[in-house]
Nanobody, 127 residues
C-alpha cells in the first residue's frame, strides 16, 4: 500500500508559478512510475505529466508543454510538478498518482493505469 500526499497548491495570480510536491510513503518508491492529473469542477480528470521510475523519461500533456516540468527525487520519496505562466483555466484539484512497474523506462498517462492516488491539492489561478 502506498500513501500519497500532495502539497504546494494555493491561490496564485495569472502568470505566476507553483511547485507542487507529492510525498510517497513507501520504501520502494523507485519501483513506481508517477503521474500528475488534474480535475476542474464539472470536468473529467485529465492527464498533466508523468515520469518513469528513474526520472529519466517524462511525458507531458500537449496543452501543458512549455509550462510544466515533472521531476522526482527517489532519495526523498518525492515527485514535483512545476507549473509556470499559470492561467485561470489551470484552476483545478491536482492529484498525484503512482503505479508499480518493473519497466524502468515506462511512464503512464491514463488514469486507469494508476493504482494509488493522493487526496489532491487545490490550485486556484486568479485573473
Amino acid at each position: 500500500q502506498v500513501q500519497l500526499e500532495e502539497s504546494g497548491g494555493g491561490l496564485v495570480q495569472a502568470g505566476g508559478s507553483l511547485r507542487l510536491s507529492c510525498a510517497a510513503s513507501t520504501r520502494t518508491f523507485s519501483l513506481y512510475a508517477m503521474g500528475w492529473f488534474r480535475q476542474a469542477p464539472g470536468k473529467e480528470r485529465e492527464f498533466v505529466a508523468a515520469v518513469s521510475r528513474s526520472g529519466g523519461n517524462t511525458h507531458l500533456a500537449d496543452s501543458m508543454k512549455g509550462r510544466v516540468t515533472i521531476s522526482r527525487d527517489n532519495a526523498k520519496n518525492l515527485v514535483y510538478l512545476q507549473i509556470d505562466s499559470l492561467k485561470p483555466e489551470d484552476t483545478a484539484v491536482y492529484y498525484c498518482a503512482a503505479v508499480l512497474t518493473y519497466v524502468t523506462s515506462n511512464y503512464y498517462y491514463q488514469p486507469g493505469e494508476y493504482n494509488y492516488w493522493g487526496q489532491g491539492t487545490q490550485v486556484t489561478v486568479s485573473s
